[in-house]
């Protein structure tokens, strides 16, 4: 059974770089079948697709984050991590990772963790 | 990026009717398109892909129809653990698009 897990280290200053990992358990991130992505939700703006990535390292981000954001993956340690810099009070919201075979939905999502970003 | 207008943005309902949420996408998106159901500090839940495809564990009052830009999810009679928040999601092309939500709560 897959599961997924976003860690990171806490609150976020303005203008710093968010960092969180989603440790991937019951499945590899090796998986040519699969996709890896990172999706968040604040109050604001609803559910927003961050991007994705592909085994190979091949990345998809979506245009209003594409200068901000980096998704990569270590598949020695079977998790891949999301880094997004220079935040803003925008960017607090709940980051889920998420699991995917394209073409079949997003069944399989982390329980999500809450990003706060303030001084 | 492909818009996805979803509506109602909230309905209330009681146990046992039928409920219908629509989506339209700004251009034609094939048949590219889920939907899922979340509930207060969860995650969203796969509830239909493809349009219309049933995911696994889903109960089959659900139902998903549409194609091109048009699409809509139907519960055929609303159950007590129904009561929660509906999005759909485009998934044609990058940038992935969501709906803006459909709160359905108790009449």
């Known amino acids: 059974q897959l599961q997924l897990q976003e860690s990171g280290p806490g609150p976020v200053k303005p203008s710093e770089t968010l960092s969180l990992t989603c440790i991937v358990s019951g499945g590899s991130v090796s998986s040519v079948s699969h996709y890896w992505g990172w999706i968040r939700q604040s109050p604001g703006t609803g559910l927003e697709w961050i991007g994705s990535?592909?085994?190979?390292?091949?990345?998809y981000y979506n245009p209003s984050l594409k200068s901000r954001v980096s998704i990569s993956m270590d598949t020695s340690k079977n998790h891949f991590s999301l880094r997004l810099t220079s935040v803003t009070g925008a960017d607090t919201a709940v980051y889920f990772c998420?699991?995917?075979?394209?073409?079949?939905?997003?069944?399989?999502w982390g329980p999500g963790t809450l990003v706060t970003v303030s001084s | 990026a492909i818009q996805v207008t979803q509506s109602p943005s909230s309905l209330s309902a009681s146990v046992g009717d039928r409920v219908t949420i629509t989506c339209r996408a700004s251009?034609?998106?094939?048949?590219?398109l889920g939907w899922y159901q979340q509930k207060p500090g969860e995650a969203p839940k796969l509830l239909i892909y493809a349009a219309s495809s049933l995911q696994s564990g889903v109960p089959s009052r659900f139902s998903g129809s549409g194609s091109g830009t048009d699409f809509t999810l139907t519960i055929s009679s609303l159950q007590p653990g129904d009561f929660a928040t509906y999005y759909c999601?485009?998934?044609?092309?990058?940038?992935?698009?969501f709906g803006q939500g459909t709160r359905v709560d108790i009449k």
């Open positions: 998420v699991r995917y075979f394209y073409g079949s939905g997003i069944p399989d």
């Open positions: 990535i592909y085994f190979g390292g091949t990345t």
């Open positions: 251009q034609g998106i094939r048949n590219a």
């Open positions: 999601l485009q998934d044609f092309n990058y940038p992935w698009t």
